[in-house]
């Protein structure tokens, strides 16, 4: 079968967990003799026609603009230009498989004039990230969330939470959605080569000093002012040999300014963006995961952390609890409440013989419920079912 993906982010590009979820299923559907064209964003360097693990990757340029919703229309005009123009010249192409709001207008106009099924992935809602639609620019990206799902044949979602969530946020038919998992590549978060872990370590924490990290976007949905005021407990209890070391890109200002206020700082250090080899590094050598959202559909960034053997504490929201059972394969804690987030911290920091049992449950769960190849399937079944649908109308 012959697909188009159009994304807004692929690697290098990675803004959030978009860029690693395309890059990492759609190889595992080529190796089930799929034909995959992914349109994308232009990125630096990268090639703008690549073969990236059996993905014939296409790069577009966008025009620049200050405003971030005139840059997304720019976005969709390139992608959806190049779309079409891969549509007619290279032709029989049976499927387009969009991945949220960001490539909506180009999607859903590919669609009507080709008459190609739309298949729409849903990683995450704007009801969701903010607790609801506060404002006009909310407002707007909700309604383009309702626009893709509603032109899309079938929608695509990585939790139980999150097909409840878009039934009920975007006003879609529960029969309409497939509940499909996130993965991992366990082997990509392996260490292939030596180095001095405990010269590498230095760089974060002083050796008698555990460390604690939280790694990804720095916004208030993933409740890191609920890790900040978790800290003073863990900190009181460890006798502060703790270390809390925030990796990700983002605005830190007002993180710091909490933590100052607190009077830990010395207790935290900020890496900014961390590269892939770096962060592979770096799990090795931690004590500690920790995800305190306040709003999950998933959290790939928990599997990156099974995958290195790295003890997880996550808050009960979301997808997170389908992700980690608590007690088997990490720790789950109460939504924003710091105290019971500290005590979770504390149990992964002292409690040496749990910890294992859960790491080692942790990594098998890879294997047979997070398996790339298995998604693949299940992602395989439901192009097999649009495209059996489609041929038995007159569009």
């Known amino acids: ?60 340029p966008v025009r620049p603009s200050q405003n971030f919703f005139h840059w997304i229309a720019n976005m969709n005009e390139a992608i959806g ?51 609801g639609i506060h404002n006009h620019s909310q407002q707007y990206i909700n309604e383009k969330e309702k626009e893709l799902v509603y032109n899309a044949w079938r929608v695509i979602v990585c939790s139980k939470y999150m097909q409840v969530e878009v039934e009920r946020t975007l006003d879609t038919p529960g029969d309409k959605i497939d509940v499909i998992y996130n993965g991992i590549r366990p082997e990509k978060k392996q260490i292939r080569d030596e180095f001095d872990a405990a010269s590498f370590r230095r760089h974060f924490a002083r050796d008698e000093e555990k460390i604690i990290y939280y790694v990804g976007r720095m916004t208030p949905e993933k409740g890191l002012s609920v890790l900040i005021h978790a800290a003073p407990k863990v900190i009181a209890e460890m006798g502060n040999q703790v270390k809390f070391i925030m990796i990700g890109g983002g605005k830190t200002d007002h993180w710091k300014q909490e933590i100052w206020d607190l009077g830990i700082e010395e207790r935290f250090h900020f890496t900014g963006f961390m590269s892939e080899e770096n962060l592979d590094k770096f799990q090795v050598i931690a004590d500690c995961a920790v995800f305190p959202s306040l709003y999950e559909p998933f959290g790939i960034v928990v599997l990156e952390s099974f995958a290195t053997r790295v003890p997880v504490v996550v808050s009960d929201t979301g997808g997170l609890p389908e992700v980690v059972e608590h007690g088997k394969t990490g720790i789950v804690t109460k939504v924003g409440n710091p105290t019971s987030l500290a005590r979770g911290i ?50």
Not at 3 to 24: D, N, T
Not at 30 to 36: D, I, S
Not at 87 to 114: M, P
Not at 374 to 380: F, P, Q, S, V, Y
């Open 81 to 131: 230009r190049h779309g079409g123009k891969l549509i007619q010249e290279e032709k029989n192409f049976q499927i387009i498989h969009g991945h949220d709001w960001l490539v909506a207008d180009a999607a859903i106009a590919l669609k009507h004039i080709f008459k190609l099924p739309l298949i729409a992935t849903i990683h995450a809602t704007e009801n969701g990230r903010h607790n």
């Open 1 to 60: 079968m012959k697909i188009l993906v159009l994304s807004w982010e692929f690697p290098p590009r990675i803004i959030g967990g978009i860029a690693r979820h395309v890059a990492e299923l759609y190889p595992e559907l080529v190796k089930l003799g799929h034909e995959v064209h992914l349109v994308t964003v232009k990125s630096g360097e990268a090639a703008m026609y690549e073969i990236v693990d059996g993905i014939e990757v296409h790069r577009v």
């Open 346 to 395: 504390i149990e992964a920091l002292k409690n040496h013989d749990y910890v294992q049992k859960l790491v080692n449950h942790a990594y098998q769960e890879l294997e047979y419920k997070f398996c790339w190849g298995r998604i693949a399937k299940e992602t395989d079944r439901v192009y097999q079912r649009v495209a059996t649908e489609r041929l038995q109308v007159v569009w």
